[in-house]
């Protein structure tokens, strides 16, 4: 103590001046006039809708990708008072004053800022030389296409940088491996890569990708740190364990929570509401919740429901019927049973309601006490509006001639008796006596007569069906397909056995309270897998491409047009850098397979070390080039020039390794040493004039005029917007 008194007490730090810099340099690029354009630019006009909907804690369902980039964007809006209130209904539409363009705009930029000093740091990690880490930095901060994509209300600057900052900080966490394993920083940095994995796939599915490099490449590490002897069974073990927890246990915790929170925030009823299930409908405020508020729990005979269609394609919809007969000769020739029209009507309708009935008893109404209905019962159901009962017999259905015609009969004194016994499946169930329950229980009706299943075909009815849902009795089904499935909706114990009062009672709200409160796993089962299944209609779009296109840079991408002046931005990248990393790409596969057969041979051109360094660059950057790219390939949905984006960002930290290996072991003498330097320099000041060139389609700023424009469409594909006046 009196030693401290006795001297000052200082502190010492190392202060990288080139990260630094580049720091600075990033952030000005992607911060410089942020809220320019003050108006709705190409895709912000579809992650402004979530936005607002975030603001007003209104659920929506998004099938591009998790939550967790939604958020983030949501975020920018919060911490800027957003309320929410703006139709994003055009791109070029101009911002009002109540919406804070530079916060929305502010997390994508940073992103995209900071992925400037993270490439120098990977470089760095690799053990490459200072001067490469700082080439890698300045390629991502004079490339085009990423300013572009960073100083808008989008994605991909987002994704990108977690997916840099799993990279870099596995990097951090292996070289800490060598000198200082289980140390504060070693637990740091593995558990930041475990984070930020997550955090990549939170953002986009394609996020997946860089997580399965992270892993790929520790899971080589840690086969290679079983087998040193020098480590006893207890520390391999540790080790394990802690890669384990760090790297699996970790993101899949992480990504339950993005659910979790959107969820909690996303709690009232919203546009999207009928996508999901009725269970998953009622645990939202209002909407369904507020119709359902109230509903017995358990089906009895005698109760009045709605059923709907679990599948929920082409549109939700429940079972209906109405005084319309199906026509005694269809178009093709056909002839049916003429009885009343049964099919699936997408709306809300009285003449939706059906009445659970038991076959051994007359009374439509609910005992006292209420008989539950069980798995297995035998059951009819009556129509409430036109008393008449769910039938199917063996005439083929109008639109599919396989599958039986489902109607409500209709006795016409001909050879056709009713056949209108079902059997209830509850086909989730946890045992054979399970209760039919309102919204919970998943059920099938299969028919006792000719074991054919109500289902749902989805095919229209012509006019003469009203273009209603055609429903069906399907003979020869197979599994548990949705569209054979159906839920009670809405549900109230019938108390009326006279036909007019049980009118007005179908009519009438329920009473009765009852909770049913859906579990937060459940939930996200369901939205998680209507996610993965559930295809939007892609259309073609003018600006859509194939992945081949992206490497040439053969396609482009106009974001935003000024409406009085040729001002204009334009997703379009730097063509010197994008030509060359993919010729650095292919200049390490081919270094790296002949070096490979060289060392088969016993013939080893680069010391250890250097080798190492060289595979561990190649498995990160081209690694991670090929699984961000390749997989389009096999992608069936409309794809764009900035899906491309984190692949080339790879390829871009690839490309001053290659650059460095070329000239410290491919140039033998230090005439040609200083020869290539120059060339290096000369090829690096063209890339920085094609980017300063490309600046007035990259920022928007500045209006061209026709020969202007005209001179920057290097290429014919590249459609460049001139206004003829």
């Known amino acids: 103590m009196l030693a401290c008194l006795k001297r000052p007490v200082t502190v010492t730090a190392d202060v990288n001046l080139n990260a630094v810099a580049l720091t600075a340099a990033g952030l000005l690029s992607r911060l410089w006039r942020l809220t320019y354009p003050r108006a709705v630019v190409f895709d912000e006009v579809y992650y402004g809708v979530f936005i607002s909907l975030y603001m007003k804690r209104t659920f929506f369902f998004d099938n591009s990708g998790p939550p967790f980039g939604h958020m983030l964007l949501a975020l920018g809006g919060y911490l800027g008072g957003f309320d929410g209130n703006f139709l994003w209904n055009r791109i070029g539409e101009e911002y009002p004053s ?98 930020a994995c997550s955090c ?7 996020g997946i990708f860089t997580y399965l490099l992270v892993l790929g490449v520790a899971a080589v590490h840690t086969w290679q740190l079983i087998g040193d002897q020098t480590l006893t069974s207890v520390c391999v073990f540790c080790h394990l364990l802690a890669r384990a927890v760090a790297l699996l246990v970790i993101p899949v915790v992480l990504y339950l929570l993005f659910f979790y929170v959107h969820l909690l925030l996303l709690y009232r009823s919203g546009p999207h509401d009928q996508i999901m299930s009725s269970a998953f409908q009622a645990s939202l405020e209002g909407g369904l919740a507020r ?50 029209q049964v099919t699936c009507y997408p709306f809300k309708d009285v003449n939706n309601w059906w009445i659970v009935k038991d076959p051994a008893r007359h009374p439509l109404v609910v005992g006292s006490p209420p008989r539950p209905v069980r798995h297995g019962d035998v059951v009819q159901l009556v129509h409430g509006m036109t008393t008449r009962f769910l039938n199917t017999h ?60 109500l289902k749902l075909s989805g095919a229209h009815l012509p006019d003469w069906g009203f273009r209603q849902l055609e429903v069906v009795g399907e003979k020869l089904s197979r599994g548990h397909h949705e569209s054979l499935v159906w839920t009670v909706e809405e549900h109230r114990y019938g108390k009326s056995q006279e036909q007019h009062e049980r009118e007005l009672e179908l009519h009438s709200p329920t009473h009765v309270d009852t909770s049913r409160n859906l579990s937060f796993m459940a939930r ?36 935003w047009l000024h409406p009085r002046t040729t001002a204009q931005i334009h997703l379009l990248g730097n063509v010197v850098i994008w030509a060359s990393a993919s010729l650095a790409t292919a200049a390490y596969a081919l270094l790296f397979l002949w070096y490979l057969l060289r060392r088969r041979r016993r013939v080893c051109d680069l010391p250890e070390d250097a080798w190492h360094r060289w595979v561990l660059a190649g498995a990160l950057c081209a690694g991670g080039w090929a699984l961000n790219y390749l997989p389009f390939f096999l992608m069936d949905k409309t794809l764009f020039l900035y899906h491309y984006l984190p692949a080339l960002t790879f390829q871009i930290l690839l490309l001053p390794p290659v650059l460095q290996h070329i000239r410290d072991h491919l140039c033998r003498s230090q005439l040609q040493r200083s020869l290539f330097s120059a060339l290096v320099v000369a090829w690096f000041s063209s890339a920085c004039h094609v980017s300063s060139t490309l600046c007035p389609l990259t920022y928007g700023d500045k209006s061209l005029s026709p020969d202007e424009l005209q001179a920057l469409r290097w290429k014919d594909s590249w459609d460049i917007l001139i206004r003829k006046h």
Request: net charge negative; proline share 5%.
């Open 98 to 195: 109540n919406v804070p363009v530079w916060s929305l705009r502010l997390l994508p930029a940073l992103a995209g800022a900071l992925s400037v000093p993270m490439a120098y740091q990977i470089v760095a990690e690799l053990r490459f030389s200072h001067c490469a880490a700082t080439g890698a930095a300045l390629l991502v901060l004079i490339e085009n296409a990423l300013i572009t994509q960073a100083r808008l209300m989008l994605m991909e600057s987002l994704l990108i940088f977690f997916n840099l900052l799993s990279v870099l900080s596995y990097l951090k966490f292996f070289n800490c491996q060598t000198h200082s394993p289980f140390s504060l920083c070693w637990w740091f940095w593995l558990i930041l890569t475990g984070v």
């Open 200 to 206: 990549a796939v939170g953002i986009k599915y394609m």
């Open 291 to 340: 119709i359902t508020q109230g509903q017995p729990l358990e089906v009895a005979f005698g109760s009045q429901v709605t059923l709907k269609n679990v599948l929920g394609k082409p549109l939700p919809c429940w079972l209906h019927s109405h005084q319309s007969t199906y026509p005694v000769m269809y178009e093709n020739g056909r002839g049916s049973s003429h009885q009343q």
């Open 394 to 453: 063996d005439v083929a259905a109008p639109l599919s001639p396989h599958s039986q015609e489902v109607s409500c009969y209709m006795d016409y004194n001909v050879s056709m008796p009713a056949q209108n016994l079902w059997r209830l499946d509850i086909v989730n169930r946890e045992s054979d006596r399970d209760v039919w329950k309102t919204i919970l229980s998943e059920v099938r009706f299969v028919h006792v007569n000719t074991s054919a299943i």
């Open 524 to 559: 996200f089962s369901e939205l998680q897998w209507r996610m993965l299944t559930l295809r939007g209609e892609d259309s073609e779009h003018k600006y859509s491409s194939t992945p081949l296109e992206w490497v040439t840079l053969d396609t482009n991408i106009a974001y």
